[in-house]
């Protein structure tokens, strides 16, 4: 069974200061997806990584992918107020379409 | 395109009553499915179709609930009877192959 793993659940920080989510999985995957969540809102689809070593980046978020390690990142970069959120990874089965997603992570970027 | 579109919004039903969610995936995907999201259990997936056909269904909880997709343009979720534990926010996405998917804006079922 997969498990994904993200941490920290919660963050709290400043305005202008960077930081790294974190989301280990447990099995073999070939596909990663990160999600941002607003309070009552739906999620909105930010990044998906296909392969070992993809990196992509938005803005003051980028996202990385390390198949071997089972792990991918979502740094941010000079936070600013308007990415407080709850973030979620991911991840593909190898077999079939199902997604097993994270815990996510509520992240708070205080003024 | 409108994006994903799931109606109601809002539910809120007695124990014991049938609960009907409906969603219309966005036109030329052809993956569709049906998450729970609660505070306790995160995300899960319940149900995915391919092509209108039932892929994986062991997230469905229980024989209370059921999904049909018995066209490209729509599908439903139906629980009976509803349980207090249902209680949650429903989402439906859809994806065409190898896609991201994009999430409708959930329906809030409140079983009182």
């Known amino acids: 069974e997969l498990k994904v793993e993200q941490n920290p659940l919660f963050l709290s920080m400043q305005e202008g200061k960077n930081y790294t989510i974190y989301c280990n999985y447990s099995t073999t995957s070939d596909r990663l997806y990160w999600y941002r969540q607003d309070p009552g809102k739906s999620l909105e689809s930010l990044f998906v990584?296909?392969?070992?070593?993809a990196v992509k980046q938005e803005g003051r978020l980028m996202a990385s992918l390390d198949t071997k390690a089972r792990l991918s990142t979502l740094h941010i970069t000079a936070a600013v107020h308007d990415l407080s959120a709850t973030y979620f990874c991911a991840v593909g089965e190898t077999s079939g379409s199902r997604l097993t997603f994270g815990e996510g992570t509520q992240l708070t970027v205080n003024p | 395109d409108a994006g994903v579109i799931q109606s109601p919004r809002h539910e809120v039903t007695e124990m014991g009553q049938e609960v009907t969610l409906r969603c219309k995936p966005i036109?030329?995907?052809?993956?569709l499915f049906w998450y729970r999201q609660t505070m306790m259990r995160g995300l899960e997936l319940l149900i995915y179709?391919?092509?209108?056909?039932?892929?994986?269904d062991s997230g469905m909880p229980e024989d209370r609930f059921s999904a049909k997709m018995p066209n490209a343009s729509f599908s439903t979720l139906k629980i009976q009877p509803s349980e207090p534990r249902d209680s949650a926010v429903y989402f439906c996405?859809?994806?065409?192959?190898?896609?991201?998917?994009?999430f409708g804006q959930g329906t809030r079922l409140t079983v009182v």
């Open positions: 036109s030329g995907h052809d993956y």
């Open positions: 179709f391919n092509n209108n056909v039932p892929i994986d």
């Open positions: 996405a859809s994806r065409p192959s190898d896609r991201k998917s994009f």
């Open positions: 990584l296909l392969s070992n070593g």
